[in-house]
């Protein structure tokens, strides 16, 4: 008898508590709307787009507090899920670090989620013209409508709209700076250059750019030419990133002759150390920056978050001397649109 009513009064604790946690826990799925303002952290979200459901993931701090924040895009690499990029898949990812600064700064960050191209992996159809492997989706109408989405449940500095993306999301974001000029503040484009072949125009306004590209990047070559490795002319063709960074600073009228850094060699055995190239007043205050990573790879630079040796072996070496998230939210922090 004692031996029943224990079990029960076990029971009836567990189901208490059961039900407590159930009570104060909200699922976050695709079929949730936008989290109300007293809901906070990481949100996979789905919106019809052209008539296509699109993925995106979001991420809200705790405490934004009542002034307008700063909105933030992450765009992935060619064949990443946006699970990739949040660290949900339990692989490293330096791209889930911006939720972090987001807590200490007080922004929203996005990762939206490209469609399937040719190899039936998530892409973007960004600016090169002589690119067969990318969707034909239109994705700037995509980021465009999420701009406005994301606005009209949040209060959004619409000055400070930034757009930072790797590889094929590092060309993307590059189409985003020409597409929606009046829209986004600055961009940073990561293991990307110029498009030699170029479906975009130019930008009607003056937009500050940065590129951080690896000297020994194996599918984007520093140098310029075919994409690929082994280069493949299907992926495309792109100019050397001095002459990106050339094209930038002359459209925007920077200085010529640029501010030089070389920062701190943290890991001797990634390659190389990392210099800063930046150009200074620009058209409406705008800078072109380029992160010269000598001896690295086709990947973001990375203290917290290092790459597999497997990793290496096809995409060569990672940079572990900066943070790329933090480089990036430096360049991005300040500017506005005017």
């Known amino acids: 008898m004692k031996s029943f009513k224990k079990n029960s009064f076990l029971l ?6 059961f039900l407590l946690l159930s009570s104060s826990c909200k699922k976050h799925d695709n079929n949730d709307d936008i989290p109300d303002s007293e809901e906070y952290g990481l949100f996979t979200k ?28 992450e765009l992935h690499g060619g064949g990443i899920y946006i699970e990739d990029m949040t660290g949900e898949s ?27 191209g040719s190899y039936d992996k998530p892409t973007w159809n960004d600016c090169r013209e002589d690119c067969i492997v990318n969707s034909n989706a239109d994705d700037v109408n995509f980021i465009n409508v999420l701009i406005s989405k994301i606005s009209s449940d949040f209060n959004i500095d619409q000055a400070r709209i930034y757009v930072s993306g790797t590889s094929n999301g590092g060309f993307m974001a590059q189409r985003l700076a020409v597409e929606l000029n009046g829209k986004i503040a600055a961009i940073a484009s990561v293991a990307a250059a110029k498009a030699a072949v170029s479906e975009c125009c130019e930008p009607s ?24 490795n082994p280069p493949n002319p299907d992926h495309g063709t792109v100019l050397s990133t001095d002459s990106t960074i050339k094209y930038w600073a002359t459209f925007n009228h920077t200085d010529t002759i640029p501010d030089t850094y070389t920062y701190p060699d943290l890991d001797p055995n990634d390659g190389g150390v990392v210099q800063r190239f930046t150009y200074k007043n620009g058209d409406n205050g705008t800078e072109v920056v380029l992160y010269k990573i000598n001896g ?43």
């Open 12 to 17: 009836i604790v567990n189901i208490a508590i």
């Open 46 to 73: 789905e919106i019809v787009v052209d008539g296509v459901s699109r993925r995106y993931a979001i991420y809200i701090p705790q405490n934004l507090g009542s002034n307008p924040v700063p909105l933030v895009f």
């Open 90 to 116: 339990g692989y490293k990812t330096p791209y889930k670090l911006w939720m972090d600064i987001a807590d200490n700064e007080k922004f929203i960050v996005v990762y939206p989620e490209g469609l399937n």
């Open 205 to 228: 306004y003056p937009i500050s750019v940065l590129f951080m590209n690896g000297t020994d990047d194996n599918h984007m070559p520093y140098n310029g030419g075919t994409i690929g």
């Open 296 to 338: 690295g790879g086709h990947s973001a630079p990375s203290i917290k978050e290092q790459y597999s040796d497997l990793f290496e072996q096809y995409f060569n070496k990672q940079n572990h001397d900066i943070e790329m998230t933090t480089e990036v939210w430096n360049f991005f922090k300040d500017k506005r649109l005017n």
